[in-house]
C-alpha cells in the first residue's frame, strides 16, 4: 500500500511501519500516598482512559532499566474520589462522564 511520508517510522528491526489510529480520548492519571506520610509510599501509578466509549484502567509499573515501565490491566472499580491539594475529586468527572 501506498502511505504518505509523515505516517511512516523505523522499527529498531529496521522495519518500515505505518503509525496508525486505535482510538484517541482522555486519561487520569494518579498514584497512591501513605496515608500517614503524604509521600508516595510504593512506586505506583494507575491510569484510566477514555475513549469516548469505554473505560480501560493500567497499572504502570517502572522497570528496573529505568527508562521502560510496564502497564499491567486492573480491575475496573466503580466510582471513585481522588485527592488532589486538600480537594476531592471525581474521576468520571475528571473525564468528562459527569
Known sequence: MD???EVLTKSKKGKIEVR???DSG???????LDSE????GENKVKIVLY???ELEE???IPLKQGNRKLLIEA???PDRKIWKNGKILDL???LGLS
Do not use: A, D
Open 20 to 22: 496508525s489510529l486505535v
Open 26 to 32: 482522555t486519561f487520569v492519571r494518579y498514584e497512591y
Open 37 to 40: 506520610t503524604g509521600k508516595r
Open 92 to 94: 468520571f468527572e475528571l
Open 75 to 77: 480491575e475496573k472499580k
Open 3 to 5: 502511505y504518505p511520508e
Open 51 to 53: 475513549n469516548g466509549k
Open 58 to 60: 493500567y497499572f504502570i
